[in-house]
């Protein structure tokens, strides 16, 4: 118990000085004013052994109040930790008082934990919600820093309370919230839209009148209007501002729609229909929906990007570049998938290029994209190519064997379909040198050989259904 008590203590001060410190993602308004985490002098807590064991003279009579005795039921904890959190609130900030008490509700808190689960045999199951698999964690500290609700967006204390996550998408919630989860799964929405639900309209904006004046996912209603005249400075959290009837929109780049502060986190992504149209990949702020949603298909390759913007290959020299070398890849996979000396050394599949830029060349991830106007695609592609191609026509006699001679000059210079001087035909793949190619009008002897042979057999076979 005392070295449990101690490492939970260690987490909740780490949770305490990271909430206002989160990268990438701007934290929410966090909101627990309900929850003692909400107290801004909490970061302040020591851990001294020393101070832990002493109650304060003015709190003696309080420490028989708040028992931590075995004999406590579930709801004499809930009792003691409300009162717990009352004390704490009239308590002066970094007094040796406010710092016992708050030890104490963790205490409290966590000794309802403990019955709860021992009581409670369903909260250590996978939950099914929303089309979420919510997995319960257990004293389990995240690496990505501190946790939050997706349902309330208040910090979840992930060594005090129970919570669970969602195996699919990443979904955070409380055990006390599991019941009024509103958002489905990112992963079944994505499954249904076969990849982004938003791809040529950017930022898609209708309005709040078109909303109601409410957020688009739980329907809290929001308005830009201050009907009390009260500033945002003055308000301080979404729940204050709830009490006060006005909740400023925040619009959701992706989506084009509004929501209030707890499903919308000012998370920033990068948003596909910007990138597709503009080339532009910039971050912009999008809800806790479209962050989830951006995340599952940020690696997915799910972009036809010709079908969707053909003319952005031609203005981004890089992408037709891509194009080019990813078409070249084709063509070398075919050689090495035959060669078992190719197959030993890992190529084609195993040398660290992402799979799918092997698999085909029409289809890009926006993972892809980013990575291509960074340069760091560019360098992964160069590297496989370069290895591929040295192993064909350098180091890998079977596969050298397998290069074509031009049959238009007859010379005996190996040539490879993806050489700069060679030029294969569409129809029948055979490989040709460009020069000669460009002498014989583009026509292939192969497939005029085919042709001619073609027209033969039908002739033949007219004659025989005449006769
Ligand atoms: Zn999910
Ligand atoms: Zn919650
Ligand atoms: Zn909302
Ligand atoms: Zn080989
Ligand atoms: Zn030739
Ligand atoms: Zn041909």
């Given at each position: 118990m005392q070295t449990q008590y101690v490492v939970i203590f260690f987490f909740f001060i780490y949770q305490t000085r990271h909430r206002t410190a989160s990268s990438g993602t701007i934290s929410p308004t966090l909101s627990d004013a309900e929850d003692l985490s909400a107290s801004p002098t909490l970061g302040d807590a020591d851990d001294s052994s020393e101070s832990r064991s002493i109650v304060p003279y003015s709190l003696k009579s309080v420490d028989a109040l708040l028992s931590l005795s075995k004999t406590a039921t579930l709801d004499d904890l809930h009792d003691m930790v409300d009162k717990c959190k009352k004390m704490v609130l009239e308590t002066v900030e970094c007094t040796e008082e406010r710092k016992w008490l708050v030890r104490r509700l963790i205490e409290l808190r966590?000794?309802?934990?403990?019955?709860?689960?021992?009581?409670?045999?369903?909260?250590?199951?996978?939950?099914?919600?929303?089309?979420?698999?919510?997995?319960?964690?257990?004293?389990?500290?995240?690496?990505a820093g501190p946790t939050y609700c997706d349902h309330c967006s208040g910090a979840i204390w992930v060594m005090l309370q129970s919570w669970y996550i969602c195996s699919d998408c990443g979904y955070s919630c409380h055990w006390k919230c599991l019941a009024d989860i509103r958002r489905i799964c990112a992963h079944v929405v994505a499954s249904e839209a076969g990849g982004y639900t938003f791809t040529k309209d950017i930022c898609p904006e209708k309005g709040l009148s078109a909303q109601r004046y409410k957020c688009a996912e739980c329907h809290t209603k929001i308005s830009f209007a201050n009907p009390k005249g009260l500033s945002l400075s003055c308000i301080g959290s979404p729940f204050r501002q709830a009490e006060s009837s006005w909740i400023e929109p925040r619009l959701c780049d992706y989506t084009g729609l509004y929501f209030c502060q707890r499903c919308h986190w000012n998370t920033l992504e990068v948003i596909p229909a910007r990138v597709i149209r503009n080339w532009d990949m910039e971050t912009r702020k999008v809800s806790r929906y479209a962050a989830q949603l951006l995340g599952l298909l940020n690696k997915r390759p799910v972009l036809l990007l010709e079908d969707l913007n053909k003319k952005l290959f031609s203005l981004v020299p890089d992408l037709s570049l891509l194009k080019k070398l990813r078409e070249e890849l084709q063509m070398m996979k075919k050689y090495l998938v035959f060669c078992p000396d190719a197959d030993a050394k890992g190529l084609p599949w195993r040398i660290g290029l992402r799979t799918h830029m092997l698999e085909s060349s029409a289809n890009y991830s926006i993972k892809d994209l980013v990575d291509l106007q960074s340069g760091i695609l560019m360098e992964e592609i160069r590297q496989a190519y370069d290895a591929m191609r040295s192993h064909i026509t350098e180091s890998c006699e079977l596969c050298h064997a397998r290069g074509h001679l031009c049959e238009i000059c007859g010379n005996n210079e190996v040539i490879f379909p993806w050489n700069a001087s060679a030029v294969f035909c569409q129809k029948c793949n055979t490989v040709y040198h460009r020069v000669c190619w460009s002498k014989r009008n583009h026509c292939c002897p192969k497939c005029s050989r085919i042709k001619k042979r073609l027209a033969k057999k039908d002739e033949e076979s007219d004659i025989n259904n005449i006769s």
């Open positions: 966590l000794r309802a934990q403990e019955i709860r689960e021992s009581t409670d045999s369903k909260l250590l199951e996978t939950q099914v919600i929303s089309g979420h698999h919510l997995v319960p964690q257990k004293y389990q500290i995240p690496s």
